[in-house]
């Protein structure tokens, strides 16, 4: 008798044993799941690559889905977009990183390199899916003279006062006087730009001495008194597609523009045109 109690009670034992180390085990699955996913998502930030870049975003794609069962790839990157300007912006990450940052937010932009950026994101395993559209990327970047990866609009796009042949760098009046709107708007000086617009001598010179360009494109004081924030914000849509080249040229051409006004771009291409 006392030894089938006995029995009962090393049974009894064992299986609490065994219970608990399950739940060890199955604790420890879940640490190093955790672990491993972490490491995916943020293994680009030690290790800034193309091949990283793209990896952690599809990783961290997956994440957000598990968390945000309807979420859609759009609800994703709506999500991601505002990271990636901070990220651009942020002085105290690697020239590396913020420069494959600045050319996955750019591709962004490219109608035909978002589409090759989502459907990657939709495949698997991202491990045998990713190197197409580096190489999507790089091409689209020696195809637009560096832009990259921007799409230089089609001239059907420019609007009718505009000079379709820009000057010796392929910039447009328009791209010119837009950029100082901007640089104004930035500098909580959006009433002088206004008096200056009107008389175009003082513009003319600014455009020139802030932008570096010795000859303005023909028609550049033809936009005396314009302002493109009628166009955006108006119900035309025509209108509003016609200023999508001069926003693009103005974030792909940081070198020329400077970064502030490039990202003030890239932010108005994400809100009006995406």
Same mark, same amino acid.
């Given at each position: 008798?006392v030894w089938r109690k006995f029995e009962a009670i ?11 180390? &399950? ?67 942020? !002085? ?12 996955? !937010? ?5 109608? &035909? ?7 990657? !994101? ?8 990713? !190197? ?66 009107r008389g175009m001598a003082e513009l003319t010179a ?69």
């Open positions: 008798m090393e049974t009894c034992s064992m299986k609490t044993i065994l219970s608990f180390l &399950r739940s060890v085990s199955d604790g420890l699955d879940w640490v190093r799941q955790g672990l491993v996913s972490f490491w995916r998502i943020n293994k680009f930030y030690f290790f800034p690559t193309e091949r990283n870049l793209l990896l952690s975003f599809w990783y961290d794609y997956v994440h957000f889905k598990a968390r945000r069962a309807k979420a859609t790839v759009e609800d994703f990157w709506d999500n991601r977009v505002v990271f990636l300007k901070q990220e651009v912006e942020d !002085l105290d990450n690697s020239r590396k990183r913020r420069q494959l940052y600045r050319d996955l !937010l750019n591709a962004l932009h490219h109608r &035909r390199l978002s589409k090759i950026i989502i459907d990657f !994101l939709k495949s698997s395993p991202p491990e045998e899916h990713y !190197l197409p559209v580096v190489e999507a990327m790089k091409r689209a970047w020696r195809d637009d003279g560096g832009a990259a990866g921007l799409e230089v609009a089609p001239l059907s796009e420019e609007s009718e006062d505009d000079d379709p042949a820009g000057d010796e760098s392929g910039l447009h009046a328009k791209t010119y006087f837009i950029a100082a709107q901007l640089h104004y708007e930035l500098s909580g000086r959006q009433d002088e730009f206004q008096v200056i617009s600014f455009v020139q001495k802030q932008f570096g360009v010795k000859q303005l494109p023909g028609t550049f004081r033809k936009l005396k008194g314009y302002s493109y924030k009628k166009a955006l914000t108006g119900r035309n849509v025509a209108k509003k597609g016609q200023l999508r080249p001069f926003f693009r040229q103005i974030a792909g051409h940081s070198e020329v523009f400077g970064e502030v006004i490039a990202g003030r771009a890239r932010e108005i291409l994400a809100e009006h045109f995406n």
